[in-house]
Structures are given as C-alpha cells and as structure tokens.
C-alpha cells in the first residue's frame, strides 16, 4: 500500500514538473501600438503621412519605392521631400526642392499638386488608391501647403536645415523580454496615448531614418529613461544594441525595419508611473549625437515616447 501511495505521489511530481509554464502576459489585450491620424494635429507631418503621402501617393509602381520620392515610411517621406533635390523640373527650371520650408511657391511639390507642369506625367496623383482623396483633396492640399508654410517640420516639430538632416525614429514599440511579437498597446483615449506596459523586463524597439547615414551606421546608440521630461540630465544613459533587427510599423502604420533594442528592467516601478524614452544617434555630420525627442518637443510627439505601468 504504502509503496503504491509513493509511486502515485511521484506521478504527481512529474506530471506538475512537465506542465507547460504559462506566459503570465498571454492574455494581455494587443490594440494598435500606434495612434491613428485623428490623434494627432492636422499640420504634423505624421497626419499627412498617415492621411495623403502613404495612401494616396505610395502607389504600385509609383511612389512605393520605384522612385523618389519615396512615400512608404514616414522617414523616407520626410527626407525625399525636404530640401531634397528636385528630378523633373517646369520648363523654366524654376524649381531647386521638392519642399522648401516656408515658402509653398517654391516648392515643386506644392506646384505638382496644384498646377499642370509641362513636360511632366501631369497634375498629381496620378491615380488615387486613397479612397478619399476626391472628395478631401481640398482639405489635404491646404494640410501640405500650412505645413510648408509652418516650416516643413518633421513630425517631433524639428525645423529642417539646409545640408544634412538631423536623424529621425520613425517607430517605437515595446515587447516582452525577449519577443518580438504582441507589441504591448497604447492606452485607450483622446489624443497620443502611453504605452501601457508591466513591471517587468521589456524591450524597446526603434527605427531611425537620416537622409545620409543607414541606420545599421549611427553611432552613439543609447537611450534614457526618466520619470520626468525635465530629469533627463540626471540619469545615466543606457547602451542601444544594433546587433538584431526586426521588422513592424512605423508610426504611420507602414512596415520598416527596427535596428535598435534596448532592454529595460521595470519591476521597481508602481502602478500608474509614467516613464519618458529619449534615444541618442550621431550621424557624423553634426556637433554630437541628437536627442530625440529634444527639450522643445512637446506634446502629441512627446507622448509617442512615453510608457505607463499597468498593475
């Protein structure tokens, strides 16, 4: 008897060893890890990708990365556009960039939209997958022309300068500790909101776009974490590894290529603690690294940016 209750009870044993271990964050409810364009302002830049450049103009066979510009990612949008040099040109060769900040006349792009220009394929777009670009083009070319007008910022409000550009993150997600599927979500709500992630080890993923150096090249390559926009000076900077990549969307919901990972332990952290993310690239061609987002971004870019811990 006693030897059949020994053998029972080391069943038991082994059959609790073999159970599978359960993720203890299956469950959690994966929503979009970006916001759509009616969060965001309508003169950003990440609006009009999200609304125009992306569905309208990337086409099959045209501004899908057949030529420039190159309307798939937010990045190769902004920097195929601002000050880039123009290809096609009005009989006068009146035009130098395809964007020119401040000044909409100027701007090739601008003329394109609105004016038939000799010698070229026509008034753009050519064709419209953007199902409503009929009846909102109106709209959407008033968008292109205020933000040119503003300035032609990038989407975390940086005003472009003439030769290089400063780097851009173009995506940020966050996973689990090592996974690269189910991006935790933002939280549900008005405007850009935090991702909402757990006390736990998490990896945070991003994409970076520069009109000269590939992002497998930056240098620099860290990020810090603080519990407040003004406590960045007072942390220590955290490596970003360029070892892996990944791909997923951007923040305008088209699929790139993450090239660099950091990973952060957040079980110290209660309930409700928002957490800021600034990341730090160098390019080369500038004094030092760029921060970004910088001190003078601020909110809904700022928010792309920042975690909230669930319970």
Request: aromatic fraction near 10%; charge should be negative; proline fraction near 10%.
């Amino acid at each position: 008897m006693r030897s059949a209750i020994h053998t029972t009870a080391a069943l038991l044993l082994v059959l609790v060893a073999c159970k599978k271990e359960e993720n203890p964050f299956a469950q959690l409810e994966h929503r979009s890890p970006n916001p759509p364009s009616e969060a965001l302002p309508q003169d950003n830049f990440a609006w009009l990708h999200q609304r125009v450049f992306r569905p309208v103009c990337a086409n099959s066979g045209c501004h899908d990365g057949t030529f420039e510009p190159e309307f798939r990612s937010i990045g190769s949008a902004y920097n195929s556009l601002v000050l880039a040099p123009v290809i096609a040109n009005d009989p006068g060769e009146t035009f130098t960039y395809r964007v020119v900040p401040g000044d909409p006349a100027a701007s090739f792009l601008h003329e394109r939209l609105t004016v038939f220009v000799p010698n070229t394929s026509g008034m753009m777009p050519l064709e419209t997958d953007g199902p409503d670009w009929p009846e909102n083009h109106v709209q959407y070319i008033d968008a292109i022309t205020s933000w040119i007008q503003s300035g032609a910022k990038d989407m975390f409000g940086n005003p472009p300068t003439v030769g290089d550009l400063e780097p851009q993150v173009t995506g940020f997600l966050v996973f689990p500790h090592g996974s690269t599927n189910g991006a935790y979500p933002r939280g549900e709500g008005e405007g850009v909101q935090p991702i909402e992630v757990p006390a736990a080890n998490v990896d945070l993923w991003f994409s970076f776009a520069d009109d000269g150096t590939p992002a497998s090249e930056l240098g620099h390559n860290t990020m810090r974490i603080a519990t407040s926009l003004l406590g960045f000076a007072t942390v220590p900077e955290l490596p970003l590894a360029t070892d892996a990549s990944m791909n997923g969307p951007d923040f305008g919901g088209s699929s790139t290529v993450f090239t660099h990972k950091g990973d952060l332990d957040l079980s110290g952290y209660a309930p409700g603690t928002l957490l800021f993310v600034r990341v730090y690239v160098d390019d080369g061609e500038h004094d030092g690294p760029t921060g970004i987002p910088d001190d003078g971004t601020g909110p809904p870019m700022v928010d792309y940016f920042t975690l909230r811990i669930t319970a």
